[in-house]
Every structure is written in C-alpha cells, then in structure tokens.
Nanobody, 119 residues
Framework: QVQLVESGGGLVQAGDSLRLSCAASGRTFSVYRVGWFRQAPGKEREFVAAVSWRGGATNYADSVKGRFTISGDNAKNTVYLQMNTLKPADTAVYYC????????????WGQGTQVTVSS
C-alpha cells in the first residue's frame, strides 16, 4: 500500500503560478508511475500529467503542455507539479495517484488539493 498526500493548492489570479507537491510513503518501491489528475465541478476527473517513478519519463495532457511541468524527487519520495500561466479553466481539485507495478493501474490516491484561478 502507498499513501499519498497533496499540498500546495490555493487561490491565485490568472497568469500566476503554483507548485503542487505529492508526498508518498509506504511501499514506494512498488510504484511504476505517479500521475496528477483534476476534477472541476460538474465534470469528470481528467488526466493532467504523469512521471515514471524511476527514469523520469513524463507525459502531459494537451491542455497543459508548455505550462505545467511534472517532476519527481526520489530521495524525498515526492512528485511536484509546477503550474505556470494558470487559467480559470485550470480551477479544480487536483489529485495525485500512484500507478502500481503489479497492476499497472492507479490504485492509490491522495485526498486532493483545491486550486482556484480567478480571472
């Protein structure tokens, strides 16, 4: 089992930046990839970005390419999501999740952190 705790959300204005953190604990050796997802009010949860736990390969949703950067610090068991040039459309609850080697599914989820971007 892997436990995930997000932090760093808040209220910002359009054009501002935020950095979210996702701290992992527990069986982190069994993690294949860590992803960030978001869910806006009335919408389904959507993929934002992911990074390989070993190797650092990344992928992004088209809507955030060029604005968001995901990175990992294995020494700290933490994954970051640097969000620049934020837009009101980025307003959502952001969740991090761990994709496990055994199942290749996102089995562990954090509690979420709210990001609100005002225009």
């Amino acid at each position: 089992q892997v436990q995930l705790v997000e932090s760093g959300g808040g209220l910002v204005q359009a054009g501002d930046s935020l950095r979210l953190s996702c701290a992992a604990s527990g069986r982190t050796f069994s993690v294949y990839r860590v992803g960030w997802f978001r869910q806006a009010p009335g919408k389904e949860r959507e993929f934002v970005a992911a990074v390989s736990w070993r190797g650092g390969a990344t992928n992004y949703a088209d809507s955030v390419k060029g604005r968001f950067t995901i990175s990992g610090d294995n020494a700290k068991n933490t994954v970051y999501l640097q969000m620049n040039t934020l837009k009101p459309a980025d307003t959502a609850v952001y969740y991090c999740a761990a994709q496990m080697i055994a199942t290749m599914t996102y089995d562990s989820w954090g509690q979420g952190t709210q990001v609100t971007v005002s225009s």
